[in-house]
């Protein structure tokens, strides 16, 4: 099993930066795939990057060349860098965790991009 807890979300205005952290409570290594959804008020959660045990990221269209998944296993930590903040990204951030069958969940971070 694994908890995972977020941070790193705020209030940004459009155009700029954050960076979220998703901890970890156990070795990362072994997991197959990490990752981050989002859920804007009224629509469904999806998916924003994912990031496999090698090192692979998988980006949504809607994020692509914008957002860089990373992982740091000697940390326990993955991040998400969110550049050229968009009002549209404003949403809870959730931090993913597949490790064989089984699934994770964070408890979410809010990320807000208004003026």
């Known amino acids: 099993q694994v908890q995972l807890v977020e941070s790193g979300g705020g209030l940004v205005q459009p155009g700029g930066s954050l960076r979220l952290s998703c901890a970890a409570s156990?070795?990362?290594?072994?997991?197959?795939?990490m990752g981050w959804y989002r859920q804007a008020p009224g629509k469904q959660r999806e998916l924003v990057a994912t990031?496999?045990?090698?090192?692979?990221?998988n980006y949504a269209d809607s994020v692509k060349g914008r957002f860089t998944i990373s992982r740091d296993n000697a940390r326990n930590t993955v991040y998400l860098q969110l550049n050229s903040l968009k009002p549209e990204d404003t949403a809870v951030y959730y931090c993913y965790a597949r490790d064989f069958i089984l699934e994770y969940w964070g408890q979410g971070t809010q990320v807000t991009v208004s003026s």
């Open positions: 156990r070795n990362i290594f072994n997991i197959d795939v």
């Open positions: 990031i496999t045990g090698g090192g692979s990221p």
